[in-house]
């Protein structure tokens, strides 16, 4: 996984449980080429609680689930545009007609909306039209 993160396993668990370190927030900022408010609107987080959690040094462990998510589908997204960066950025920041005009980044609200860009990504790789 991209950032360093481990793919799956304990150690990923137990990283998210703890809360992922605030600092991830900058690389991730840098990967998707984003402003950190896009980052903190798509999972969820007003910027008070963005605040809060810089002063602490840690996202909690919803955010830091959603944070996991991003990443996991932005690495989608560069698979299915063959690593490149900017297409998968486009992709992720524009209305996208398969999950009914909606961002693929703003869909980390709940795990069926995440599934289903996840979903999406499956069938535009294996050619399907949707």
Not at 81 to 90: L, S
Not at 110 to 115: A, D, L, P, Q, S
């Amino acid at each position: 996984m991209t950032l360093g993160l481990p793919s799956r396993g304990t150690m990923l668990h137990d990283l998210v449980r703890e809360g992922l370190p605030f600092e991830y927030l900058a690389r991730i900022t840098c990967l998707l080429q984003v402003p950190r408010g896009i980052i903190s609107k798509s999972i969820y987080m007003s910027p008070t609680t963005l605040a809060r959690r810089a002063k602490a040094g840690r996202f909690d462990t919803v955010e830091s689930d959603r944070l996991v998510a991003l990443v996991t589908l932005f690495d989608e997204a560069l698979s299915l545009f063959e690593n490149d960066t900017t297409a998968a950025t486009e992709w992720m920041s524009s209305p996208v007609r398969g999950l009914g005009s909606k961002r693929p980044v703003d869909m980390l609200g709940t795990r069926v909306e995440t599934k289903a860009v996840f979903d999406l990504i499956g069938q535009l790789e294996k050619g399907v039209l949707v």
